[in-house]
């Protein structure tokens, strides 16, 4: 597998975590249950449907994704999942076009 392939199926695989959300929220997990859930549903994303993973199915219908959205897609779940911001809101509003 090359490195662009990993990059890109692990871009599917962060893109994941958003998906567990409900889950989290409805049980209202401790943090370590939150994190094994996250974790568990990014390499859930890895199980072969098929002959190929869900996330190449995702990334095959969304393409790459850049390394941009990845930070902060990335951010965005630690910050949900620990509730500190890694991007203060004051320096995210440079995102939002006026």
């Known amino acids: 597998m090359s490195a662009s392939d990993a990059f890109g199926l692990f ?3 962060v893109l994941a975590w958003p998906l567990s959300r409900p889950l989290i ?13 996250m974790l568990a549903a990014a390499f859930a994303v890895f199980i072969p449907f ?3 993973p869900a996330a190449a199915y995702l990334r095959g219908a ?3 994704v850049s390394v ?10 630690i910050a949900w999942l620990t509730g500190k911001a890694l ?3 004051r ?3 440079c995102f939002v076009r006026s």
């Open 11 to 13: 871009g599917c695989g």
């Open 87 to 89: 991007i203060e809101p």
């Open 25 to 37: 929220h409805r049980w209202r997990l401790p943090l370590r249950a939150r994190y094994a859930v």
């Open 50 to 52: 098929g002959d190929l």
């Open 62 to 64: 969304t393409g790459d």
């Open 68 to 77: 941009t959205t990845l930070i902060l897609a990335g951010a965005a779940c």
């Open 91 to 93: 320096t995210g509003r």
